[in-house]
């Protein structure tokens, strides 16, 4: 029997201090997501891009996903690893938010890398969503 690359992350995420912290329904903060994108640890970076490709996912729905209010459009030539280093660069850019929810965190990193055209874009100043 073999094991995928996608399992054996999954089987080491399981194991891990993170997930005994998702399972108290302790939700991932900015920090925590930092730390876990800029780790060295290949199962951290499969946990990060997993992550952010999740929030991704979601922006970028044709019928106008969002986060937190905030969207994303993306182009066809985009990468996931585009939108990790987006998001790392953006982490550690705005350290005043690092303790407000990761998912609101990532959709605010993508949608100023990616805004919309035509598309009011939500402030950063309204937070009060994602705390």
């Known amino acids: 029997m073999t094991l995928s690359i996608g399992r054996l992350a999954l089987i080491f995420f399981l194991a891990s201090p993170l997930a005994a912290k998702a399972e108290g329904m302790e939700f991932y903060r900015g920090r925590t997501l930092m730390v876990v994108c800029d780790a060295d640890n290949p199962v951290y970076k499969a946990v990060c891009l997993g992550y952010v490709a999740g929030v991704a996912d979601v922006l970028g729905e044709a019928n106008g996903g969002n986060v937190n209010g905030f969207q994303a459009c993306f182009h066809t030539d985009d990468t996931t690893d585009a ?5 790392r660069v953006w982490l550690h850019g705005h350290p005043e938010y690092l303790n407000y929810s990761a998912a609101g ?3 605010a990193a993508l949608a100023e890398a990616w805004p919309c055209a035509g598309k009011k874009r939500t402030s950063l100043d309204d937070w009060s969503a994602v705390r």
């Open 83 to 87: 939108a990790i280093l987006a998001v």
């Open 105 to 107: 965190a990532v959709a």
